[in-house]
């Protein structure tokens, strides 16, 4: 059966992302979505490194809610910043220590960071236990990295490194 349906929440999610886009909810485009859903995980399993592993659903759907949040809030803070006074913005490189030892949650974690508006993840040391983000306004350094910390990679450690 697993390698039939390879993945099977990310066939369902997949295909319920393909209804929000089309924005229309019908016979045609549930099936569509469901064979996208299933296509595209069945054609790509051989590139998945590991099998993903959720260890706490319940912490992880906080997390989105967490990110979303972020995202949404980020969006207005930058907008601010840039519309505000653009010469007093102080960018910074911040190196982030990192405790998560699994390529997804360290690949999970710099994508949230990229994803969440003035900020970017840019490079992962050669050990994996670094990583430099760059943020758009930096007031202190060590604040940013324990809330990088705190709100992304602690929770990613409890869905995906947690025994």
């Known amino acids: 059966m697993k390698r039939l349906l390879p993945h ?3 066939t ?3 295909a319920a992302l393909w209804l929000l886009l089309v924005n229309t909810f019908t016979a045609g485009h549930l099936m569509l979505g ?3 859903g299933w296509l595209i995980p069945f054609a790509t399993a051989s590139l998945w490194p590991q ?3 959720i260890r706490n659903l319940p912490t992880l759907l906080r997390y989105v809610a967490v990110v979303v949040y972020d995202i949404v809030l980020g969006s207005f803070r930058v907008a601010r910043l840039i519309l ?3 010469a007093s913005l102080r960018p ?3 190196t982030v220590p990192l405790e998560l030892r699994t390529d997804l949650a360290i690949s999970l974690l710099a994508n949230t960071i990229s994803l969440t508006p003035g900020t970017v993840s840019v490079l992962l040391s050669e050990d994996h236990r670094s990583l430099i983000v760059h ?3 930096t007031g202190d350094a060590t604040t940013m990295v324990a809330e990088i910390k705190h709100r ?3 929770p990613l450690k409890a869905i995906f490194e947690s025994c």
């Open 92 to 94: 910074a490189f911040v």
């Open 152 to 154: 992304y990679e602690a």
């Open 135 to 137: 943020s758009l306004d």
């Open 51 to 53: 099998s993903v592993c």
């Open 12 to 14: 369902l999610v997949l």
């Open 34 to 36: 469901l064979l996208l």
């Open 8 to 10: 099977p929440v990310l």
């Open 84 to 86: 505000g006074r653009p």
